[in-house]
Antibody, heavy 121, light 106 residues
Framework: QVRLVQAGGEVRKPGASVKLSCRTS????????IHWLRQAPGQGLEWVGW????????NYNEKFRGRVTVTRDKSISTAYLEVSGLRSDDTAVFFC??????????????WGQGALVTVSS | DIVLTQSPGTLSSSPGERATLSCRAS???????LAWYQQKPGQAPRLLIY???SRAIGIPDRFSGSGSGTDFTLTINRLEPEDFAVYYC????????FGQGTKLEI
């Protein structure tokens, strides 16, 4: 079955960076985009960006452009999100989710379990 | 960006009843590219409906979506105890935006 598995949460100080992983299985990694979303405590969902594991193409929410980078390792079917210049208001659960190849904007049919990033001095 | 406004913020219902959740867009959502998700505490969202009215794999038929343009509705018939959760709408016709959520409580 399709699975997206994220590594556990991280704690960082303001100004630091964090790199999150999303290991996929149960489907062909390069056939679907991977999206990243953020959910601050008690808040709603916010789209961060996507990557195309086949071409390494990507697109980011304007709000995060310049602070986030998406990458992948095809050999282990894993996508990554790096967030730099962390601020306290970046404290949130980050989710990876599967979208549709060829469509920048799509719904998300499978999700990782989420990884809590805590930014605190 | 398209802004999605969900109402009500909180809906109190009982098992066996019908719940009707609303999602209104600030401008027309192209090709009815609207999805609904259910999220329980400590869990990832779960896709329920896409294309405004198509049920995702494994979703019971008591969940149904309708609407077009700027007004969309999620209806849950015969509420089960496991249906009490937060529900989000998402439009994917122009970038991605989510509503602020409706909490369905017992």
């Amino acid at each position: 079955q399709v699975r997206l598995v994220q590594a556990g949460g991280e704690v960082r100080k303001p100004g630091a960076s964090v790199k999150l992983s999303c290991r996929t299985s149960g489907y062909t990694f390069t056939d679907y985009y991977i999206h990243w979303l953020r959910q601050a405590p008690g808040q709603g969902l916010e789209w961060v960006g996507w990557m195309n594991p086949h071409s390494e193409g990507y697109n980011y929410n304007e709000k995060f452009r310049g602070r986030v980078t998406v990458t992948r390792d095809k050999s282990i079917s894993t996508a990554y999100l790096e967030v730099s210049g962390l601020r306290s208001d970046d404290t949130a659960v980050f989710f990876c989710a599967r979208g549709q190849s060829g469509n920048s904007y799509w719904y998300f049919d499978y999700w990782g379990q989420g990884a809590l990033v805590t930014v605190s001095s | 960006d398209i802004v999605l406004t969900q109402s009500p913020g909180t809906l109190s219902s009982s098992p066996g009843e019908r719940a009707t959740l609303s999602c209104r867009a600030s401008q027309s959502v192209s090709s009815s590219q609207l999805a609904w998700y259910q999220q329980k505490p400590g869990q990832a969202p779960r896709l329920l409906i896409y294309g405004a009215s198509s049920r995702a794999i494994g979703i019971p038929d008591r969940f149904s979506g309708s609407g077009s343009g700027t007004d969309f509705t999620l209806t849950i018939n015969r509420l089960e105890p496991e249906d009490f959760a937060v529900y989000y709408c998402q439009q994917y016709g122009s970038s991605h935006t989510f509503g602020q959520g409706t909490k369905l409580e017992i």
